[in-house]
């Protein structure tokens, strides 16, 4: 026989997320709409509401930290400056992953890295390591004419 579960406390009932039962449904739409403009500030005020209906600022707020209240004029230039924002950045990162673009910049840490390694910071050459390199690239070409000339004469 299966075993039933109760909710969790956590997780609401059915009944509790229901409009009629819900602490949204009774607030008022000034005040939801004075909420959306906060959040959507990013901002979370500490201001509280006067009997004239004007926001107060508590008295350990400071001027930083007092609502901001948006126009929807500004709410909409704020979503699309957000907006343009949002797009470049993924223009931005659609050139970046693009092939040609990761080998460009391959090369480009390839040589930084060359030439770190065979200049001193005050920008001489390293003679010791450029005859170490030349002499291994030596070593390599020699290698393979030989390997090469086992491979044909074989």
């Known amino acids: 026989m299966a075993k ?4 969790t406390p956590d997780a609401p009932s059915p009944a509790s997320t229901s409009p009629a039962t819900s602490s949204s449904a009774t607030t008022s739409s000034s005040d939801r709409a004075s909420s959306a403009r906060r959040s959507a ?3 979370t005020s500490s201001a509280k509401s006067s009997p004239n209906g004007k926001a107060s600022p508590d008295k350990g707020a400071t001027s930083s930290t ?3 209240v948006l126009s929807p004029d500004q709410i909409e230039a704020q979503i699309e400056k957000t907006r343009a924002h949002l797009a ?3 223009d931005e990162l659609a050139v ?3 092939p040609r673009e990761i080998v460009r910049r391959q090369k480009e ?3 930084a890295k060359l030439i770190d390694a065979t200049h001193t910071p005050e920008g001489d050459l390293r003679v010791e390591r450029l005859g170490a390199i030349a002499a291994a690239g030596v070593a390599v070409v020699v290698l393979l004419a030989v390997l090469h000339r086992r491979h044909h004469d074989g």
Do not use: Y
């Open 66 to 68: 007092a609502a901001v």
């Open 41 to 43: 500030n990013g901002t």
């Open 4 to 7: 039933q579960t109760s909710p």
């Open 109 to 111: 840490s390839a040589r």
């Open 88 to 90: 470049s950045t993924i």
């Open 96 to 98: 970046r992953a693009q």
